[in-house]
């Protein structure tokens, strides 16, 4: 079998408890054998600051690495006040700079979230969106993706327990599977 592509994992969100953690889990269940998705740790990053682009403190520097070494970007992300939330942007913002320096360049990407809110993260999703195409990230436009979170849809494994939305959720991941094979770099 070929070497699997690496999806950089991006959760929006610093929950213990997080929904879109345990949705980035069972999307990582439902994942083909051609696709490895590896979380990439944001909660330590400090605030971008563009004095220290030059010599970014080992987080910054880390994410930036994990990123270039990554095939293709996944972002799994809340919404907080009808956008991303902050976490999430200033790890964008970290990984995309210097200026010529921009670690999402060229790699696919997939956008997703879910929310107890009946519309899920749309508006949030909207946002990035705008971001990564200013970024140079392919984005998977369909199908989109606004799960609204109900009590016990994704069980402690990250298995998801709806069968229509787990079905969804695959068709997702293999539509995804299929545009990174699209627009990853060549091997």
Do not use: C
């Not at 994992?9 to 051609?34: Q, V, W, Y």
């Not at 229509?164 to 997702?172: E, G, I, P, V």
């Amino acid at each position: 079998m070929p070497t699997p592509y690496r999806v950089a994992a991006l959760i929006g969100s610093l929950r213990k408890d997080s929904l879109n953690r345990k949705l980035a889990t069972a999307l990582a269940g439902l994942s083909p054998p051609e696709l490895v998705l590896q979380h990439v740790r944001i909660d330590d990053l400090p605030l971008f600051n563009p004095d220290h682009e030059q010599n970014p403190p080992e987080p910054a520097a880390r994410v930036k690495r994990e990123i270039e070494a990554a095939d293709a970007l996944l972002f799994v992300t809340p919404e907080y006040n009808r956008s991303i939330p902050g976490v999430l942007k200033n790890a964008i913002d970290t990984a995309s700079r210097p200026y010529g320096r921009n670690s999402f360049a060229k790699k696919p990407g997939g956008v997703i979230g879910i929310s107890t809110g009946a519309v899920g993260t749309a508006v949030a999703q909207q946002h990035l969106r705008t971001i990564l195409a200013y970024l140079d990230v392919p984005t998977l436009g369909q199908p989109e993706a606004f799960i609204q979170f109900k009590d016990g849809l994704i069980a402690e494994g990250g298995e998801v327990t709806d069968e229509n939305r787990r079905k969804f959720l695959q068709n997702w991941i293999d539509r995804f599977a299929e545009w990174v094979k699209r627009f990853a770099a060549p091997r």
